[in-house]
């Protein structure tokens, strides 16, 4: 079973996707800000976040450039309510993005996708 | 082998390498060169570094602009036999330094960028120092600028191997030095690698030797001489199209096992300034006129190398006229991947007339492309790029099953 972080500021996103995730197979474990964030990475070791590219305190995109530094191969979806992020270089290092909706299936699609990229070692 | 070297600081070791290769550069090497110690000496004058040379018996006196760049870094001078051109060739004796010299990381610049300014040293280097394998910098382009690597190349290094490296074939980069071990054994040594494959080639066995990849954001156009697009276009792609298929046999047993591709890592994040991209003028009449007249040429070898299905649909996008006309990227996914494996099936002098056939094909695709992104933004084009490519990643089963 894959274990997917999910990483965004607002509990009913982190309800919303943990349990329809949950409800499809998937471990979900959930974050609220991306505060010591690479220390849960570490410890969790999960097999794909999401997360979220706005949060009050923290920007998704310099942690996805954290993330990506450390954690070469992580697969991470950036979750977003706007795709004008596409502007800022630094959402290329993401393995894809999905804009936030009630329903996931663009999501579950993408989680899949990312999971299945794994390149031969 | 070089065939000639001068090493008048009689260098044995270097923790960075910049090599310059050269053709007849002997106006710009002296700049190129005094940039490159102005970064070397301002972010890592801790290191011993060395800016290496890489020539081609210029004639025009680019040995003398290079030694009397004014520079604190020691020098190193190498070039190939005479009469021995081509950018490879020049590469292959740098590599030969790096791995005399067991550098730990080694820049390559052309020599004619006329914007090179010295953080562009400290972009390229800092990830190889942070454990980065391969670098390829990321420039500001217009949507029209080096439609090659947007048509053809990166969408298919992407899907077949894995990772998504935007310009895989800038003809500049960074390497850890021992990465030199992985090009000097490569079994894949061809004349086109030798000439302009050489760029694909580097970044096909570094993605191979599954090292980790970084993309540096340059944040500034790749400003260089101004060259005629259409001046040395079929040899520039007959040669980056046969690197590329050639490489495919090679690496066969890995790319059948990748499914779909991941991000690299992205260096250069923090540049403020962003220059906007240069402009380039692209004319949809020639575009379509060198695919109509290829075509006829053409025609003849996708008759005996194509199946019937891929030709009818090439007669029928010939038919549209300007104005509709449009190759699918499913098609033109479809044609790249048959006529790799074709060109592995036959041998010379029909590998050739395979790639030259596939020119007019390239062009159309141009076209295709020029006429979806019209009145796009860059930032739209590029997204339209990814979408192409994620088309290329779903046909790659097509490629599997024939290839198997």
């Keep these: ?121 | 082998m070089a065939s000639y070297e001068e090493n008048p600081q009689g260098i044995t070791k270097a923790d960075i390498v910049v090599g310059i290769p050269t053709l007849n550069e002997a106006k710009t090497v002296g700049n190129t060169t005094e940039q490159c110690a102005r970064g070397l000496r301002e972010y890592f004058g801790n290191l011993n570094s060395v800016i290496v040379n890489c020539d081609n018996q210029s004639v025009d006196g680019t040995k003398d602009a290079f030694f009397a760049a004014r520079c604190d870094i020691p020098r190193i001078y190498v070039s190939t036999q005479p009469g021995e051109t081509g950018k490879g060739n020049n590469l292959r004796n740098l590599f030969e330094v790096v791995r005399r010299l067991e550098a730990q990381a080694v820049v390559v610049l052309e020599a004619d960028i006329s914007n090179l300014a010295p953080q562009w040293i400290k972009k390229l280097v800092e990830p190889i120092l942070k454990g980065i394998g391969y670098v390829t910098p990321l420039y500001v382009r217009h949507k029209y600028e080096a439609t090659l690597s947007s048509s053809v190349i990166y969408p298919l290094t992407r899907c077949l191997y894995g990772r998504r490296v935007r310009q895989p074939n800038a003809g500049d980069c960074a390497f850890k030095g021992s990465l030199v071990d992985a090009f000097l054994g490569s079994p894949v040594w061809t004349d086109a690698v030798r000439n302009s494959g050489i760029d694909i080639w580097m970044t096909t066995i570094a993605l191979n030797a599954r090292v980790p990849v970084s993309q540096c954001f340059m944040g500034t156009p790749k400003v260089h001489r101004v060259k005629d697009p259409y001046a040395h276009l079929s040899s520039i792609f007959r040669q980056i199209m046969s690197a590329s298929f050639d490489l495919m046999g090679v690496y066969a047993d890995f790319w059948r096992l990748v499914k779909w591709s991941k991000p690299t890592a992205l260096a250069g994040t923090d540049t403020e300034d962003v220059e906007s991209p240069l402009p380039v003028d692209v004319n949809m009449n020639r575009l379509y006129d060198r695919f109509v007249q290829g075509f006829e040429g053409a025609s003849r070898v996708w008759e005996k190398m194509f199946d019937q299905t891929v030709c009818h649909k090439l007669n029928e996008i010939r038919d549209m006229g300007l104005q509709h006309f449009s190759i699918p990227t499913q098609t033109w996914a479809r044609i790249l991947f048959d006529a790799a494996l074709i060109y592995h099936r036959v041998e010379e002098p029909q590998r050739t007339d395979l790639l030259d056939s596939l020119l007019p094909l390239y062009l159309g695709r141009v076209l295709t492309f020029v006429k979806k992104t019209e009145r796009m933004s860059v930032q739209q084009a590029e997204d339209y790029v990814e979408s192409e490519c994620t088309v290329f990643e779903e046909c790659k089963p097509h490629l599997i099953k024939i290839w198997e």
């Design chain 1, 1 to 121: 079973m894959a274990k997917l972080l999910v990483v965004d500021d607002e509990e009913h996103i982190r309800l919303l996707y943990s349990e329809e995730l949950k409800e499809v197979g998937y471990e979900v474990i959930t974050a609220e800000s991306g505060y010591k964030l690479l220390e849960t990475i570490e410890e969790e070791k999960p097999d794909l976040v999401i997360l979220d590219i706005k949060m009050v305190d923290y920007n998704g995109l310099d942690l996805l450039q954290d993330i990506r530094n450390r954690f070469y191969d992580l697969p991470v979806i950036l979750s977003t309510a706007y795709d004008t992020f596409k502007e800022d270089m630094k959402s290329i290092a993401a393995d894809f993005y999905v804009v936030k909706s009630f329903d996931l299936t663009e999501l579950k699609k993408k989680i899949a996708m990312a999971l299945e990229t794994r390149l031969p070692t």
